[in-house]
């Protein structure tokens, strides 16, 4: 059995794989895609030390760094259930999809999270070429340029005002009749100069020459009309949604689905830790992930010198 097994091959997983093996104990990583969202990334200019990169190079050394210690990695794996020990200080088992059984004396659930798509017709075939996701991230990629941001949640209110004070213009498009973020938001966002706020807008279409997004077509749900905005930007906003299925009844889930964790990444169950978008860990950015796979790491292996093996 191992001592660490970590579930997730993001940066929060690769930090704790790290973490946990120069503790000199025995550390397995099962993960479907080894470098998780970070493969699916242009340019990541905002990992504290490193100016610039871009994803896939990114990952291939978040690969190379877990690679250089004594670490087994099981890649292309899916777990689909997590089993607690039967008692204090047991082994922890992960089943995976193919059959296989691991087992462990902790565990860290780092299975990180999607963002919701629209599923219209351009977003696939403009992302990173226009359809972004975060705005953390690629924001200031839009300096001086127009943009929408679809959704009026929280989330897209937040991205909204963040925007409005890099690009040009920020148009807001929300499906339902009225905008759903908190007020001290909606104010906020309504006092911006540069902003257009739209409600009751369906996102038909996402436009362009077919290398590059060039606008958005909407229809106007209260009078059934058309209308085509211009732009250089779009930041879906409709949902991060937690890796976390697998996990329902086993680990405590926020109502959003997160694994809710202490700042020593406990969750509900002992010896099971986790870190990263999957959890409740606020900002969903690279470097919180990655710091938060370390902190992850050494919760658990405080654990291990602490309970005595069952
Ligand atoms: P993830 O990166 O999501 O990794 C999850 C890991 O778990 C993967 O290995 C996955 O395959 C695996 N996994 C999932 N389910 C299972 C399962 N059931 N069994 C086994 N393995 C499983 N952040 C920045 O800081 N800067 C940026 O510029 C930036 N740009 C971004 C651009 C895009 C397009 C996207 C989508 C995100 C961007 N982010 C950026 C956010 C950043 O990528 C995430 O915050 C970060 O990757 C989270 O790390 P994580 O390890 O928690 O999860």
Redesign the pocket.
Known sequence: PYEVLI????????AAAVYAARKGIRVGV?????????N??L?????ISVLETD?PKFAMALEAHVKAYDVDIMNL????KLIPAAQPGGLIEVQLANGAVLKSRSVIL??????RNINVPGEAEYK?KGV???P???GPLFKGKRVAVIGGGNSGVEAAIDLAGIVSHVTLLEFGDQLRADAVLVDKLKSLPNVAIHTQAQTTELTGDGNKLGGLRYTDRATGTEHHVELEGVFVQIGLVP?TE?LKGTVELSKFGEIIVDHHGRTSLPGVFA????TTVPF??????AG??AKAALGAFDYLIRTPAA
Do not use: L, M
Not at 77 to 80: F, I, N, V
Not at 284 to 289: D, L, P, R, S
């Open positions: 579930v997730g091959g993001g940066p929060a997983g690769a099962a993960a479907e895609r080894f470098g998780g969202q970070v699916d990334t340019a990541i200019e905002n990992y994803g794996q899916r777990a689909e780092s299975t990180g999270a999607r963002w990173n972004a996701y975060c953390h991230c690629d890796n697998w870190a990263g978008d999957a969903k950015q690279i470097v919180i992930a938060d796979g």
